[in-house]
Nanobody, 126 residues
Framework: QVVLVESGGGTVQAGGSLSLACAAS????????MAWFRQAPGQERTFVAA????????TYAESVKGRFTISRDNAKNTVYLHMNSLKPEDTAVYYC???????????????????WGQGTQVTVSS
């Protein structure tokens, strides 16, 4: 069983930066697909970024491309989301997800992931 714990959320002004971390335990996730999703109040959970496995080219939602970067630290069994040039519309609860059998075409689909963190709030003020 993989347990995921997110950290690093908070409040930042528009144009600022924030980095989230997702620490995994229970299994080594270096060969897992790892992703970040977000959910704003009253909205569905949407894809932000994913990396299928260590060394794979990351995939990003169009809305965050060029501003967000997903990365892994296998020694720490941790995945990060570095967020720059934040906008008020980036405000949401951010969730980390993991799966060891997902196919590339399904990386953006939340229902394809078996393991989820509890989420961390990111608030961007204007």
């Amino acid at each position: 069983q993989v347990v995921l714990v997110e950290s690093g959320g908070g409040t930042v002004q528009a144009g600022g930066s924030l980095s989230l971390a997702c620490a995994a335990s229970g299994r080594t996730v270096s060969r897992y697909a790892m992703a970040w999703f977000r959910q704003a109040p009253g909205q569905e959970r949407t894809f932000v970024a994913a990396t299928k496995h260590t060394g794979a080219t990351p995939t990003y939602a169009e809305s965050v491309k060029g501003r967000f970067t997903i990365s892994r630290d296998n020694a720490k069994n941790t995945v990060y989301l570095h967020m720059n040039s934040l906008k008020p519309e980036d405000t949401a609860v951010y969730y980390c997800a993991a799966d060891n059998s997902i196919i590339t075409s399904s990386l953006r689909q939340p229902n394809q992931y078996d393991h989820w963190g509890q989420g961390t709030q990111v608030t961007v003020s204007s």
